[in-house]
Structure formats: structure tokens, C-alpha cells
């Protein structure tokens, strides 16, 4: 034996918390890896998030949730600047119907500015119907946080991964892990085709966190799905609402809100539903009938005829609803678990925190001389100016090419994101956009089919929309297969 | 391959056309012949022809050419005539931008991005199908589901199958007509499922797709749940009561790999919203007058992206129209102005043109919301015509005579379908 890799820190699990300490951790000299059992990281529970950044005043401050999220928050401005992902602070707004409703927006205001979030205001009717003209117009009053955000959660996780890869750490995509064990002062990871072994195992696997500690031997927590349905709607509403509207909060979840996304979109949802099976991300009717009659009391002009695509995720749930970050009874076994909403706001100051405890766990931190905290530039034709766009097209034929009309992303675009690791169509939407526009798919599927199969050079037919058994096409049985034959 | 490249690119045109489908073609062979000369129609795919291409099926052309022709055949016989006619055809292009004063930005294949400018443009850029959003299916979101358009394009384009046993949902033309062809290709079709209590395909089509090859079709039934992480592993079916809500405990499951959605296309119409035309909100098409012109002067539109046609031969005649209208605008020689509005009525959804003139004959689209038997179409009290039966998926047209309106001095026409 012996073959294995050896790694000071392995991260189990690829969403937007794994990636986030990937990448923290390759600010130092370590060796490190990631494991995530989909084709690519993201393709969880974090890909069907929000995407939202919350301002900072959400979360109660006795929990580790409060505190997390406002650090977080702020932590997102540098994280932007520095790696290639969409993010703007649109602010959001949280509505009250009554009078009465005023206390609970005092409430959060309070709860913000005690923890330093700035800019808080209660607007009240005039101020916010001049703002955002489409709300309901029996709406009383709203509180102001422009501390608030939207990103692509997806293109986030690839920025992150894409800059901790640059700085060194080993990414092993499809690949589940099988079994754990403890071997002297390290633990022996195994997958179907690999072992790995490290010192220290970060667990990040989100829904499936416990089963991994289970794995590690711990029997401390459970988690549980709880299932949001999120609804897409027609680019042509775009602006319908400028920030995020939250409802005045009640119960487990935020609410229904209507997200006007990175890219303009408007989405609508999501639900809470506490479920059983973790990999149930079926849509349902009753889903779709909640979000909209809710959303349809805020902003009347919405309707579900504009709906393009809907999609469902699950939030990993944890007893007691908090965050369960630290280490196990188990040396070197840091758990990550449980991780929410405000996760993905969380997420930067998550991976600091995980980065501490290390350290307090005895691992040496020395700093990467070569850490390059910036990632090349991608590419977004359809952003640039018209000169650019001649210019680049002149340059290379490639960014002549429209490959997705609706969302107008160019050959070019999808080749740079084979080449950073793309393998399947929904990682080339996920990663450029292209398929995601209202019309699904139908135009560019055979466009970036034919690019997977020219730039990965595997046949047509073995193209699949997210790797496993998710083919596309097939082929004439016309030949008797081999075994019919005498 | 048959193009008809320019070697180089003008600055200025007096006519461009946005999409080299039937609509597309007849429109530029109705422009020259009203007197434009410098023509150029753009299409995104690598030959012009549009969507009939991969429509290898035959019933094409029976009212236009007087035959019974496949799609490639009725698209060759325009595409010739184009070339015939020296029109510039510029393929493997994407018209990318236009503004109100018809500045236009084109990307393309062999010539990089161009800014151009144009007299007149004719938007001609068909339809897209509407996706499982639209309908907002219940369920998982496996490889498997995906429009009968984009099916047709794998089997007949690219030789490939969508899956080995399909559903089909909806009863749009292009569902039925795939439905018989995956039947001749060797898949398991399992049935056709329609939520509405009437098909929304042609008759001709319900015959010789489904009832020819024994598939079954359902109505006032649809799919209530998607099964299937990966690839689509089964689905639930069930029966829909008077508000179109799936009765579940009536439904029942299909083993399958692949849905195939035929559930009605929408005009393709980004570009026309970029230069805010003002739209009929039931076609979600542009308002036009007789000669197919906007609410832009010198814009014109015409096919698919006006309102949905069940038959291609429509398409061209009305093209040809919007042709005429641009060639027209280019040499000032326009018709007068429309002087009567027509407004859709009692079981009526549309009708075009949005305005008719009293000088010459019109042909009138329409579309009536639900069937009737034995009934009559007014316009006004001017005239009445009489019709065996109607239904929403089956394109009425009618053609007004000039002599029928000359004692009509009003500014506007209802019309009503009703029984008789």
C-alpha cells in the first residue's frame, strides 16, 4: 500500500460551504483536497439556492447563525472583487401588511443595528411605492436593508473552486465517499476508485453530513431535508421589483419572496416543506399554487403563465435549526453540518471560522507565498460594448457564434467552460447560462451537444444533461445486440 | 448546401429580413417584386429554410402550390425562387440588435459582428415551443423531457432517437405528427395526452398519425407527476375534472424514458420588444395592418411571429404580403391608410389584420376560442358567412371583397361566430 495521495486537510462535500474552505485553506501552505460525489461542485443543494445575500439583521444573535451572517455578508464585497462572479447589493425590503406589523420591522431593525448593520430604515408608503411602484398598493410599510445581495450560487462555487484549483488544492468530482477509517494520526478516505489520506477531514457534505460522521463513527446529529420549490419567470418582467421582497416573517422559514436575480430574472419562492427521502427534488402542484397566490398578494403584476422553469431544493436541516460547526469527539473529524439558510451569506466567514479551528486543532498554518487571490476574467459577450464584442469576434470566430439566443451566449463562452471542467449541458448552463432562458433548451441543446462531443472528443450519444444515467439521445437498435446472436 | 452569400456585406439596405423560414422567404420575394433591390434576409442556421427542413413529412403546399409537397421540397421551391430572384441570402447569422431607427447589429459566422442599417425591416422570426415550465408539470427534473420540436430536430436532422418509449403531452401538430413518426422509427409510443376535452392538432393529422397507427389518445387527461432522477423512469397520468386539476384518484402510472411536450408554440418575439411595437396581447404578436406593418412605420411582420398558423401555405401568402408592404414603403408607393378596425367578438380570440381598408380585398385570419357546429361568422351587420363548424385549432380565413364594405361608413367591424 502506500499509494495513496496524502493530504493535510480533506474536504468532503462540494456546495458553496466546501468550496468556500477549499479555498480559504489554499491561502496556506497545505496540501488539500475536495471530494464531491456529482459530476461537478455545486450540483446539490447549492445550486438550487436563492442566491441571495442577506443584509445581516435576520438572524437572532443568540444563535450561531446571527453573527455568522452579518460577518459573512460583509465579507462578500472582497470576495467579489476578487473572483469572477456576479454579485450586487439590490438591498431587499421586508413588507408589512398592518399596523401591527411595524413592531416586528422595529424588531429586525433593532436586532441589525445592534450588531452593526448599516443603513436600516423603516420606509413607509410614499417613499416606498416611489421605489418600487409595482407592489401592492395595500402594502403599509417595509424596512430598508441595503446591505442585502444576489449572486448565482452555482457561479459562485465555480469561482471559488476555480481559484482554490489555481492555488493548488485536488478536486475529485463523482466521486462518493464509501468509507472512512482512522489509522494511526490520520483518516483513510475511500471512494469507488480512490483513497485518500489526511490528517484533518472537513465535513461538508450538506444533506448527507451525517451520514459521513456516521461513517467517522459519530452518532450526534441527524439531519433532514427540508424541501424549497423556486419558480423562474419571463426575462421580459425584469425590473417588475428592483430589490428583494420579503414578507414580515413568521415560522420556520423567511417566506415567499419575489428575487430579482444577478441577471435580471425574476424568481419566485421558495416553500418549506419538511420531507423524508433526500434525494426528492420533485416540484409539486400545491408548491406552485402557495408561491404564487403569496406572491401574486405582493406583487399583483406577477402570474404563473410566466413561469419558464421550476426547480426544487433541500436544505440541510439540523435539530435545533443551528449551525453545527466545530470539532468531534473524533480527532481530526471537524463537522460543518447543518448549514441553512443564512448558509450561503455565511459561507466566507464559515470558512474562516473552519480555518481557526484547525489552527486550535494543532494544524500549522503558514501562508501561501503563491496564493493568487484573483481568477482570470471570464468572458460575458453579451455585457460587453459593441467595439469589444467586434473586437473579440474579429479576434476569434468563436465569439461570432450565438450557441443560446435567449440568454445570447456565444461558442466561445461555452468552449472556455468545457475547458474549466463542463463536462455535462447542465454544467455549461450553469456556468454560462446557456439553456436557462425561456426556451429551456430547445435551440442550444444540440449546439452544446456538439461542442461537448467536438472539445471532450467522446461520442454524441454519451453526452448526458448531468452525468449518471441522464443521456439525451440514443441510438436505432437496427444491429441484434451481441447476446442474440447464435 | 444552397446559399446565396453576398461577397460583401452593404452598409445600407432598403430591406432586411429577420429570419429565412417560409415567412422569411415568400417576404423577400414580395419585397422585390413591389421594387425593392437591396434585400438581405439573415438566418441563424447554416442553410434558410427555417423549421420545414426537419418537417419530412408531407401535406405542404396544398393550397399554395396546389400539391402535396414535404417541407423540404415546399422549402426548396421558395429557396429557389429567392436565388432566382438574386435576393441576399446571409446564413449561419444571428440578427443580434435593432433599434426604432433600424440600426441593426448582425453576428456572423464568416463575417464577424457588422452594424448595418435598413430602410425597412420584416421580423419573420417564427416561433419557439413552449417548455415544461410553461405548464409547470409536477415532479423530478430528469434527462427525457423535452419539446416534440426539438425530438423532430434529433430524428430527422441528426439520426438519433429522443428515447425508446414515449409519452407524448399535448396534441399540437408537431406531437401528433412525431407521435407516428417514432412509431416508424421503431420506438414504443405509448399514447397522446390532452387536458383539454378537444384536440389541438388538425383533424387530417389526428387520422393519419394516431388513428393510422393505433395510438392511443387521451383527452381531458394529463400528466400529474414526473418520475426519475436521472432519466425519466415513469410517469402519473390522471384525468382532469371541469377546472383542469388532475383527478389523482383516478390516475395511473406509465413506465417510459422520455415525455415528449407538444404543448403549443409562442411567437418568438425579443426582437420586436426591443424596439417596444405595440403587441395584440392574445397572439402576444405584433398589432399590423393589411400590408403586415407594425406599429413602426417601415417595420413589418409576418409568420409565426404574428400570430400561430396551422398550415405553412397561410404563412407564405401573408409574408408575401408584408413583402409587398416593405418593397412598397421603399418606393412610396403605399396602399391608403386602413380606415376600419376589426374587433375580435362573441367566439372569436382573434382576427387579423388588426385594420382593413374599404379600397381592396383582404384576407382575414381568425381564430375562435372554442368549437361550434353549424354556425355564422358577422363582421358587423355588413356580412354574414355561413360554416359548418369551427374549432380553435383550425384556422378560419375569409376573404373580404371590397364591394361588401361600400356602403359601410363605420370605423370599426365586431365579429362574432354564433350558433345559428
Given at each position: 500500500m502506500?499509494q495513496h495521495e496524502?493530504?493535510d486537510?480533506?474536504?468532503v462535500?462540494g456546495?458553496?460551504?466546501?468550496?468556500a474552505?477549499?479555498r480559504?485553506?489554499t491561502?496556506y501552505d497545505?496540501?488539500?483536497?475536495?471530494?464531491?460525489k456529482q459530476c461537478?461542485?455545486?450540483?446539490?443543494?447549492?445550486?438550487?439556492?436563492?442566491g441571495?445575500?442577506?443584509?445581516?439583521?435576520h438572524?437572532?444573535?443568540?444563535t450561531l447563525?446571527?453573527?455568522?451572517?452579518?460577518?459573512g455578508?460583509?465579507?462578500?464585497?472582497?470576495l467579489?472583487?476578487?473572483?469572477?462572479f456576479g454579485?450586487?447589493r439590490?438591498?431587499e425590503l421586508m413588507?408589512?401588511?398592518?399596523?401591527e406589523?411595524l413592531?416586528t420591522l422595529k424588531?429586525y431593525?433593532?436586532q441589525?443595528e445592534?450588531r452593526?448593520?448599516?443603513?436600516l430604515e423603516i420606509?413607509?408608503?410614499?417613499?416606498?411605492?416611489?421605489?418600487?411602484p409595482n407592489l401592492n398598493?395595500d402594502?403599509?410599510a417595509?424596512l430598508?436593508?441595503p446591505?442585502?445581495g444576489?449572486?448565482?450560487p452555482?457561479e459562485v462555487?465555480?469561482?471559488l473552486?476555480?481559484?482554490?484549483?489555481?492555488?493548488?488544492?485536488d478536486l475529485y468530482v463523482?466521486s462518493?465517499v464509501?468509507?472512512?477509517?482512522?489509522?494511526?494520526?490520520?483518516w483513510?478516505?475511500?471512494t469507488a476508485?480512490k483513497?485518500?489520506?489526511?490528517?484533518?477531514?472537513?465535513?461538508?457534505a450538506g444533506?448527507h453530513?451525517d451520514t459521513?460522521?456516521e461513517m467517522?463513527?459519530?452518532?450526534?446529529?441527524a439531519i433532514?431535508?427540508?424541501?424549497g420549490?423556486?419558480?423562474?419567470?419571463d426575462?421580459r418582467?425584469k425590473?417588475?421589483v428592483?430589490r428583494i421582497i420579503?414578507?414580515?416573517?413568521s415560522g420556520v422559514?423567511?417566506?415567499?419572496l419575489?428575487?430579482p436575480?444577478?441577471?435580471g430574472?425574476?424568481?419566485?419562492?421558495p416553500?418549506?416543506?419538511?420531507i423524508?427521502?433526500k434525494e426528492?427534488?420533485?416540484?409539486s402542484?400545491?408548491?406552485?399554487s402557495?408561491i404564487?397566490s403569496?406572491?401574486?398578494?405582493?406583487v399583483?403584476?406577477?402570474?404563473?403563465r410566466?413561469?419558464i422553469a421550476?426547480?426544487a431544493?433541500l436544505?440541510a436541516?439540523?435539530?435545533?435549526?443551528?449551525f453545527?460547526i466545530?470539532?468531534?469527539?473524533?480527532?481530526?473529524?471537524i463537522?460543518?453540518?447543518?448549514i441553512?439558510s443564512p448558509?450561503?451569506?455565511a459561507a466566507?466567514?464559515i470558512a474562516?471560522?473552519?480555518t481557526?479551528i484547525?489552527?486550535?486543532e494543532?494544524?500549522?498554518?503558514?501562508?501561501?507565498?503563491?496564493?493568487?487571490?484573483?481568477?482570470p476574467?471570464?468572458v460575458?459577450?453579451?455585457n460587453?460594448?459593441?467595439e469589444e464584442?467586434?473586437?473579440l469576434a474579429a479576434k476569434?470566430?468563436r465569439?461570432?457564434?450565438?450557441?443560446?439566443r435567449?440568454?445570447?451566449i456565444?461558442e466561445?463562452?461555452?468552449?472556455e467552460?468545457?475547458h474549466m471542467?463542463a463536462?455535462?449541458?447542465d454544467?455549461?448552463k450553469?456556468?454560462?447560462r446557456?439553456g436557462?432562458?425561456?426556451?429551456?433548451?430547445?435551440?442550444c441543446t444540440?449546439r452544446?451537444?456538439e461542442?461537448i462531443s467536438?472539445?471532450?472528443?467522446?461520442p454524441i450519444?454519451?453526452?448526458t444533461?448531468r452525468?449518471?444515467n441522464?443521456w439525451?439521445i440514443c441510438e436505432?437498435?437496427?444491429e441484434?445486440k451481441?447476446g442474440?446472436?447464435? | 448546401m444552397?446559399t446565396?452569400?453576398?461577397v460583401?456585406?452593404r452598409k445600407?439596405y432598403?430591406v432586411?429580413?429577420s429570419g429565412?423560414g417560409?415567412?422569411?422567404m415568400?417576404?423577400?420575394?414580395?419585397?422585390?417584386?413591389a421594387?425593392?433591390?437591396k434585400?438581405?434576409m439573415?438566418?441563424?442556421e447554416?442553410e434558410?429554410?427555417g423549421?420545414?427542413?426537419?418537417c419530412?413529412h408531407?401535406g405542404?403546399?396544398?393550397?399554395h402550390?396546389k400539391?402535396?409537397l414535404?417541407?423540404?421540397?415546399?422549402?426548396?421551391?421558395?429557396?429557389?425562387?429567392?436565388i432566382?430572384?438574386e435576393i441576399?441570402?446571409l446564413t449561419d447569422t444571428?440578427?443580434?440588435?435593432i433599434?426604432?431607427?433600424?440600426?441593426?447589429k448582425?453576428?456572423?459566422?464568416?463575417?464577424?459582428i457588422?452594424l448595418?442599417d435598413?430602410?425597412?425591416v420584416?421580423?419573420?422570426?417564427?416561433?419557439?415551443e413552449?417548455t415544461?415550465?410553461?405548464?409547470r408539470?409536477?415532479?423530478?427534473?430528469?434527462?427525457g423531457?423535452?419539446t416534440?420540436g426539438?425530438a423532430?430536430?434529433?430524428?430527422?436532422?441528426?439520426?438519433?432517437l429522443p428515447?425508446?418509449?414515449?409519452?407524448?403531452?399535448g396534441?399540437?401538430?408537431?406531437g401528433?405528427?412525431m407521435a407516428?413518426?417514432?412509431?416508424?422509427e421503431?420506438?414504443?409510443v405509448v399514447?397522446v395526452?390532452?387536458i383539454?376535452p378537444h384536440?389541438?392538432?388538425?383533424?387530417?393529422?389526428v387520422?393519419q398519425?394516431l388513428?393510422?397507427?393505433?395510438i392511443?389518445l387521451?383527452?381531458?387527461?394529463t400528466v400529474?407527476?414526473?418520475?426519475g432522477?436521472?432519466?425519466?423512469?415513469?410517469i402519473?397520468?390522471?384525468?382532469?375534472?371541469?377546472t383542469?386539476?388532475?383527478?389523482?384518484s383516478?390516475?395511473?402510472d406509465?413506465?417510459?424514458?422520455t415525455?415528449l411536450?407538444s404543448i403549443?408554440?409562442?411567437?418568438?418575439?425579443?426582437l420586436?420588444?426591443?424596439?417596444n411595437l405595440r403587441?395584440?396581447?392574445v397572439?402576444t404578436?405584433?398589432?399590423?395592418n393589411?400590408?403586415?406593418?407594425t406599429?413602426?412605420?417601415?417595420?413589418?411582420?409576418c409568420?409565426?411571429v404574428?400570430?400561430?398558423?396551422?398550415?405553412?401555405?397561410?404563412v407564405?401568402?401573408?409574408?408575401?404580403?408584408a413583402?409587398r408592404?416593405a418593397g412598397e414603403?421603399?418606393?412610396?408607393s403605399?396602399?391608403?391608410?386602413?380606415?376600419?378596425?376589426?374587433?375580435?367578438?362573441?367566439?372569436?380570440?382573434?382576427?387579423?389584420?388588426h385594420t382593413?381598408?374599404t379600397?381592396?380585398?383582404?384576407?382575414?385570419?381568425?381564430?375562435?376560442?372554442?368549437?361550434m357546429?353549424k354556425?355564422?361568422?358577422q363582421f358587423?351587420?355588413?356580412?354574414?358567412?355561413?360554416?359548418a363548424?369551427v374549432?380553435?385549432?383550425?384556422?378560419v380565413?375569409?376573404?373580404?371583397?371590397?364591394?361588401?364594405l361600400?356602403?359601410?361608413?363605420g370605423?370599426f367591424?365586431?365579429?362574432n361566430v354564433?350558433p345559428?
Amino acid at each position: 500500500m502506500g499509494q495513496h495521495e496524502t493530504y493535510d486537510v480533506t474536504i468532503v462535500g462540494g456546495g458553496v460551504i466546501g468550496c468556500a474552505i477549499a479555498r480559504e485553506l489554499t491561502r496556506y501552505d497545505l496540501k488539500t483536497a475536495l471530494i464531491e460525489k456529482q459530476c461537478e461542485v455545486g450540483f446539490g443543494t447549492s445550486k438550487s439556492n436563492s442566491g441571495i445575500i442577506h443584509a445581516g439583521h435576520h438572524s437572532s444573535s443568540d444563535t450561531l447563525k446571527g453573527p455568522l451572517e452579518w460577518a459573512g455578508n460583509q465579507l462578500w464585497t472582497q470576495l467579489h472583487q476578487e473572483l469572477d462572479f456576479g454579485f450586487e447589493r439590490v438591498g431587499e425590503l421586508m413588507v408589512a401588511w398592518h399596523p401591527e406589523q411595524l413592531e416586528t420591522l422595529k424588531h429586525y431593525k433593532e436586532q441589525g443595528e445592534a450588531r452593526g448593520v448599516s443603513g436600516l430604515e423603516i420606509w413607509e408608503r410614499d417613499r416606498l411605492f416611489k421605489e418600487e411602484p409595482n407592489l401592492n398598493p395595500d402594502i403599509f410599510a417595509a424596512l430598508f436593508a441595503p446591505t442585502a445581495g444576489v449572486v448565482n450560487p452555482y457561479e459562485v462555487c465555480f469561482s471559488l473552486i476555480d481559484s482554490a484549483r489555481q492555488n493548488g488544492l485536488d478536486l475529485y468530482v463523482s466521486s462518493q465517499v464509501e468509507n472512512l477509517s482512522q489509522i494511526d494520526n490520520s483518516w483513510l478516505i475511500k471512494t469507488a476508485n480512490k483513497e485518500l489520506k489526511t490528517r484533518y477531514v472537513i465535513n461538508a457534505a450538506g444533506l448527507h453530513a451525517d451520514t459521513i460522521a456516521e461513517m467517522a463513527g459519530l452518532k450526534t446529529y441527524a439531519i433532514k431535508p427540508r424541501k424549497g420549490e423556486e419558480y423562474m419567470l419571463d426575462g421580459r418582467l425584469k425590473g417588475i421589483v428592483k430589490r428583494i421582497i420579503f414578507p414580515c416573517p413568521s415560522g420556520v422559514s423567511k417566506g415567499v419572496l419575489v428575487i430579482p436575480t444577478f441577471n435580471g430574472t425574476i424568481m419566485v419562492g421558495p416553500t418549506a416543506q419538511n420531507i423524508e427521502d433526500k434525494e426528492d427534488l420533485s416540484t409539486s402542484m400545491e408548491g406552485s399554487s402557495t408561491i404564487f397566490s403569496q406572491v401574486k398578494q405582493v406583487v399583483p403584476g406577477i402570474n404563473e403563465r410566466d413561469c419558464i422553469a421550476e426547480f426544487a431544493g433541500l436544505r440541510a436541516v439540523a435539530d435545533g435549526e443551528d449551525f453545527i460547526i466545530g470539532p468531534s469527539a473524533k480527532k481530526g473529524f471537524i463537522n460543518v453540518a447543518g448549514i441553512q439558510s443564512p448558509g450561503l451569506t455565511a459561507a466566507p466567514a464559515i470558512a474562516i471560522k473552519v480555518t481557526n479551528i484547525l489552527s486550535d486543532e494543532g494544524l500549522l498554518l503558514n501562508p501561501n507565498e503563491n496564493f493568487e487571490p484573483t481568477v482570470p476574467k471570464r468572458v460575458i459577450f453579451a455585457n460587453l460594448k459593441t467595439e469589444e464584442q467586434i473586437e473579440l469576434a474579429a479576434k476569434d470566430p468563436r465569439y461570432s457564434h450565438i450557441c443560446c439566443r435567449c440568454e445570447e451566449i456565444t461558442e466561445g463562452e461555452v468552449v472556455e467552460a468545457i475547458h474549466m471542467g463542463a463536462e455535462t449541458l447542465d454544467g455549461i448552463k450553469f456556468r454560462t447560462r446557456a439553456g436557462m432562458g425561456r426556451c429551456q433548451g430547445g435551440f442550444c441543446t444540440w449546439r452544446c451537444m456538439e461542442l461537448i462531443s467536438r472539445e471532450l472528443d467522446i461520442p454524441i450519444t454519451e453526452v448526458t444533461k448531468r452525468g449518471g444515467n441522464s443521456w439525451i439521445i440514443c441510438e436505432h437498435d437496427l444491429e441484434p445486440k451481441s447476446g442474440d446472436k447464435p | 448546401m444552397i446559399t446565396n452569400r453576398p461577397v460583401h456585406l452593404r452598409k445600407n439596405y432598403d430591406v432586411v429580413i429577420s429570419g429565412g423560414g417560409p415567412a422569411g422567404m415568400a417576404a423577400a420575394l414580395g419585397a422585390k417584386e413591389a421594387g425593392a433591390e437591396k434585400i438581405l434576409m439573415v438566418d441563424r442556421e447554416k442553410e434558410a429554410g427555417g423549421i420545414l427542413w426537419q418537417c419530412i413529412h408531407n401535406g405542404f403546399g396544398l393550397h399554395h402550390f396546389k400539391e402535396e409537397l414535404t417541407g423540404p421540397e415546399y422549402a426548396q421551391r421558395y429557396l429557389e425562387q429567392v436565388i432566382e430572384h438574386e435576393i441576399d441570402i446571409l446564413t449561419d447569422t444571428y440578427l443580434y440588435d435593432i433599434d426604432r431607427e433600424k440600426n441593426i447589429k448582425l453576428m456572423s459566422g464568416e463575417h464577424g459582428i457588422n452594424l448595418i442599417d435598413s430602410k425597412s425591416v420584416i421580423l419573420a422570426m417564427g416561433a419557439r415551443e413552449r417548455t415544461r415550465g410553461a405548464v409547470r408539470i409536477p415532479g423530478s427534473r430528469p434527462a427525457g423531457v423535452l419539446t416534440a420540436g426539438l425530438a423532430q430536430k434529433f430524428v430527422n436532422m441528426k439520426g438519433y432517437l429522443p428515447g425508446r418509449k414515449v409519452v407524448i403531452l399535448g396534441s399540437g401538430d408537431i406531437g401528433l405528427i412525431m407521435a407516428r413518426r417514432l412509431v416508424l422509427e421503431g420506438v414504443d409510443v405509448v399514447g397522446v395526452f390532452e387536458i383539454m376535452p378537444h384536440v389541438n392538432g388538425l383533424s387530417r393529422n389526428v387520422v393519419q398519425c394516431l388513428h393510422d397507427f393505433d395510438i392511443p389518445l387521451h383527452l381531458s387527461t394529463t400528466v400529474a407527476r414526473i418520475h426519475g432522477n436521472e432519466r425519466v423512469e415513469r410517469i402519473t397520468v390522471a384525468p382532469v375534472d371541469e377546472t383542469m386539476q388532475p383527478i389523482l384518484s383516478k390516475s395511473w402510472d406509465i413506465e417510459c424514458d422520455t415525455l415528449l411536450l407538444s404543448i403549443g408554440l409562442i411567437p418568438e418575439n425579443e426582437l420586436s420588444r426591443r424596439i417596444n411595437l405595440r403587441f395584440d396581447p392574445v397572439t402576444t404578436g405584433p398589432i399590423v395592418n393589411s400590408s403586415m406593418e407594425t406599429s413602426i412605420d417601415g417595420v413589418f411582420a409576418c409568420g409565426n411571429v404574428v400570430h400561430i398558423h396551422d398550415l405553412v401555405d397561410f404563412v407564405s401568402q401573408e409574408s408575401l404580403l408584408a413583402g409587398r408592404g416593405a418593397g412598397e414603403f421603399i418606393t412610396d408607393s403605399r396602399n391608403p391608410a386602413d380606415n376600419i378596425r376589426l374587433i375580435p367578438g362573441d367566439n372569436v380570440a382573434y382576427c387579423l389584420p388588426h385594420t382593413i381598408s374599404t379600397d381592396r380585398e383582404h384576407t382575414i385570419y381568425m381564430r375562435v376560442r372554442k368549437p361550434m357546429e353549424k354556425c355564422t361568422i358577422q363582421f358587423g351587420d355588413v356580412y354574414g358567412r355561413k360554416l359548418a363548424y369551427v374549432y380553435p385549432a383550425e384556422m378560419v380565413t375569409i376573404k373580404m371583397r371590397p364591394k361588401l364594405l361600400q356602403d359601410f361608413h363605420g370605423d370599426f367591424l365586431r365579429v362574432n361566430v354564433v350558433p345559428r
